[in-house]
């Protein structure tokens, strides 16, 4: 009997811990989309970016063309063409449609090295800013809500007003 009380009691001192563990945690949660778009710097990192991308653009839109008016040159006149000339064309065409499909793979991925370049400074700025506000208040968890991974949470505080003041956002 005696047993079966200490082993209760431990049990009640053992929970009562956990739930003041649990009871100290203190939440917050930000949306970090929201955040992002007011910060400085993005916008000039967005006008970079979509230049870069029309410039992209403008290149592969050249190389299309220049295969449409060689594709079609080669269409109107192959009746007129020596065995040995529509065989050139034809493997000119296919090298052209060649280097127009790799320069498109290219320029997706320059397109995202470039987005990574110009916005991750301004990522990194709003991360540590949100470590820092989390330290400072004393937060155990701080929740993103842009990402709606969180379907339910008790009330928490939103601490983007706080970290915008860290970063200088009105």
Do not use: C, W
């Amino acid at each position: 009997m005696k047993k079966i009380f200490s082993i209760a009691l431990l049990m009640v001192f053992f929970l009562g811990m956990n739930a003041t563990v649990i009871a100290q945690n203190k939440f917050g949660h930000i949306d970090t989309n929201e955040l992002l778009s007011m910060m400085p710097g993005r916008e000039a990192a967005q006008q970079e970016l979509e230049r870069y991308a029309r410039e992209l653009e403008t290149q592969f839109t050249t190389m299309q063309r220049e295969f449409q008016t060689k594709y079609q040159d080669y269409l109107e006149n192959q009746e007129s063409f020596s065995q040995l000339i529509r065989q050139s064309r034809e493997r000119e065409l296919t090298s052209l449609q060649e280097r127009i499909m790799e320069f498109q793979e290219s320029a997706q991925e320059d397109l995202l090295a470039k987005e990574n370049e110009l916005l991750q400074p301004i990522v990194e700025k709003a991360r540590n800013a949100i470590e820092e506000v989390a330290k400072e208040n004393g937060y155990s968890y701080v929740f993103d809500r842009s990402m709606g991974v969180l379907l339910y949470s008790e009330p928490s505080d939103d601490i983007m007003p706080k970290v915008k003041s860290k970063l200088g956002i009105e």
